[in-house]
């Protein structure tokens, strides 16, 4: 009797190869369910982005034709290039102008909405434990990784076919809207890609956000580098995959091409990770945790260090880039306060730059606070925070020297933000004054992100399963107060924002009554998240 082995064991590997997959429809209808609302919520904002930031260009900032072209000529000087731009086509249209303007911004959002999905749908899974469970059923070892991509491939296909709608409705040809759509979805996709590869590297969902977030800023930094190279981008915007979007040149010399360049990054990605996946065990990583010491140091002893060395790395990490970008950031105060453009005419326009990029960085550190009350609520569901607070540490301890460590740190990023983009600043202009200027600025503003710190504490405290209701506060205050009096917004609704109450330095002047009634409300409130805690069950889901 004879036997063919090479056929078996072709078949052999094929259903091994399947047996890998196996669960990958279940799995992807349970990350459909789960995502239901939030995907839902990231797709629609996009979109509905699309011609709000049209309509408001068009309302406020190139109304003429003659403030249409002074708008255009900004855009195409070198310096604004880092931001906005390049603008392809020698005709100046309104539709040509949003692209420019904003084309980065929402390639930058459907980058960032696809690396928090996969965190949350794969190295999330595993810390929680959840992805063992399932594990335990009928589930291969590629499920979940596989449902999680099947699920950020669908978000991008419907996030193309939206924008390209909302971009087809403010005046777009067919075929330049569904262009525009597909460089969204494609740069999703490669970031979707890379985040399968972090999520492979570290253990911790927020080291693998933060290790896609420092891609994404990587490819920032080469876009804009790329672009200041040449106007139509140099060999720089090439190394970045927001470049690549961005050279289909939607509106001008179209061309489908640079698409394919996406495809073929995210496939070598997306093999790197499947290849990783298959060696490590479940819940480890590429990069191993270093082993703990057996007892724990005497600086640790009491609940403050212990949240300033559970916070210290993401500190870090933040003071990195705000040092990175407010340096840039300053760099190109002395571009503007060279521009002689008409429409700024009569205008310090270096200061009124510095004015929006102090704003700016108030925003991004309300991000922060958020973030950290946020990572509050998850140690708590996670179940590490009961056993702690067993012993001799109370909740007012606990939850009071968390803030505090967080409030300090506010603050240290502020003062970072603002000695980098006065240095900057000072460096472009050749006034050493704006240093301790812009650093000042900076400073006056702590009493607004104190607030935005307090209010999702106060959520944690009182209401913890609507604690995501601080994003919603966070953005509709960014959002009313950069663009609500461009959209005819009543000032009693723009005085509802929290951003809104501090005038914006170096050019306004100091408020000392909204800032003493700020800093009021934000301890306020804070006492009232301490007394919330103390009266409430801990809950483990």
Known sequence: MTATLAPAHARTGSKAARGQLTGTGAMLRLALRRDRIKLTIWLLAITALVPRFYYAAVASVIPTPQAMAEASQMIRVSFMRVLAGPM????????????????????????????LLITRHTRAE????????????????????????????IGNVVLALLTAAAAISIGFPAGSAL??????????????AVTAVAVQVT??????????????????????????QAQEGGPLFWLSPIGWSQQTRALGDE??????????LTGLLLAGAYALAGRRDLGAALVAARPGRASAPS???????????????????WAAA??????????????????????????????????????????????????????????????????????????????????????LAAVLLLAVYGIALGAGAAASTGEAGFVGEVVLACLIRVPEVLVLLAIPAVLLGLAPRAISLAWAVLVYSGFIQILGSYLGVPSWLVNTSVLSHLPW????????????????LAAALTTLALYGLRRRDLSAG
């Not at 262009?179 to 979707?192: K, Q, R």
């Not at 306004?508 to 003493?516: E, I, R, S, Y």
């Open 88 to 115: 392809f086509g020698a005709e100046i249209t309104a539709q040509r102008y949003f692209l420019a303007a904003y084309w980065v911004e929402f390639l930058l959002a459907a980058a960032l909405m696809n690396i």
């Open 126 to 153: 595993e810390q929680s434990g959840r992805a063992e469970l399932i594990r335990a059923a009928v589930v291969g070892r590629q499920a979940q990784l596989t449902a999680a991509l099947s699920l950020a491939l």
């Open 179 to 192: 262009l525009f759509g597909l460089s969204l979805a494609a740069a999703g996709l490669v970031f979707a």
């Open 203 to 228: 253990e911790q969902p927020r080291g693998a956000s933060g290790l896609a977030g420092a891609a994404l800023f990587a490819a920032w930094l080469l876009r804009g580098a790329g672009a200041m």
């Open 255 to 264: 061309r489908w091409w640079p698409l394919a360049l996406s495809a073929l």
């Open 299 to 317: 600086w640790l002893s009491s609940p403050f260090t212990l949240a300033l060395r559970l916070q210290r790395a993401t500190i870090v990490w």
């Open 322 to 407: 705000f040092l990175a970008v407010g340096v840039v950031l300053g760099a190109m105060t002395g571009g503007m306060a060279e521009t002689d453009l008409p429409i700024f005419a009569g205008a310090d326009f270096g200061r009124a730059w510095i004015s929006l990029m102090v704003f700016t960085g108030s925003l991004y550190t309300g991000v922060f606070v958020v973030l950290a009350v946020v990572r509050m609520r998850a140690e708590e569901v996670r179940g590490r925070v009961a056993p702690l607070l067993a012993g001799p540490t109370g909740r007012t301890a606990w939850l009071g020297s968390s803030l505090l460590v967080t409030a």
């Open 505 to 520: 330095h170096p050019l306004g002047t100091f408020a000392p009554v909204a800032t003493v009634v700020l800093t009021v």
